[in-house]
């Protein structure tokens, strides 16, 4: 099974418990949106232990970016690396004595999006013409793909093209539950992942205390809370 997620935002723990309960295993496949730092305790624990999944395809939002724009403004002038590293482990209070130097680049080497044959994941948003049909993610910033606020809009449905996951905005931003939100097609039955234009992945975990994940083969979704 494959699993959909995005801004986790150091919640190490709700992370473990939802991976307990959709019981994934090896031969799943887990893919993060971003957004997988700060707000939370556990960034870097949480980033270690994404990091070491083989299976897992992780992407950037707009808080690694930020986090790297820092480290890109401190190696400019560097002469001294083990003093770069000290104020990158300032950056994460909770925890940064476990911030590493393998563990930054493997910050710095993280896609801004992943796609396949039947669907898109982004961070914030992806390109659209004025009529909302979709462009190339080649014409994107970095920039658009990590900060973009449009998107996340209810009448924004791209007019052709694969489903987009995404999350950047908690959908209680919306003035929507903290729930997993899905944009169906007209006419679709919902029972497959083109049925959908869209899938908005952030719950607001750091607000919510809820963290849900998609699973593309069956389209349902799953939560954990710190309630429970």
């Known amino acids: 099974m494959t699993y959909i997620l995005s801004d986790v935002h150091g919640e190490y723990e709700l992370f473990l418990r939802l991976m307990e309960k959709v019981k994934f295993s090896c ?27 083989q299976n897992a395809v992780l992407l ?20 001294d690396f083990s003093l770069v590293l ?22 710095e080497s993280l896609p801004y999006f992943h796609e396949t044959d039947d669907f898109l994941c982004v961070h914030a948003g992806v390109p659209l013409t004025k009529d909302g049909h ?15 606020r449009t998107f996340k809009d209810p009448w924004v449905l791209p007019k052709a093209g694969k489903c987009v996951f ?32 869209k899938v908005h992945l952030d719950t607001g975990t750091w607000l919510s205390g809820i963290l849900g994940c998609f699973c593309v083969e069956t389209c349902e979704t799953f939560y954990v809370s710190r309630e429970r």
């Open 166 to 197: 995404f999350g950047h905005t908690p959908t209680i931003n919306l003035g929507l539950a903290p729930k997993i939100i899905c944009y169906p097609r007209e006419g679709a039955k919902g029972d497959k992942v083109a049925d959908f234009y």
């Open 60 to 79: 950037a939002g707009n808080h690694e970016y930020n986090f790297l724009k820092y480290y890109w403004s401190l190696m400019r002038d560097a002469r």
């Open 86 to 107: 000290e104020k990158l482990q300032r950056y994460f209070p909770d925890e940064g004595d476990l911030l590493d130097w393998d563990t930054v680049d493997r910050l």
């Open 27 to 53: 031969g799943d496949t887990l893919i993060s949106c971003g957004d997988m730092i700060e707000k939370g305790r556990h960034s870097v624990r949480l980033l270690k232990l994404l990091f070491s999944m």
């Open 134 to 148: 979709m462009l190339p993610l080649d014409l994107a910033t970095c920039e658009q793909l990590v900060y973009d």
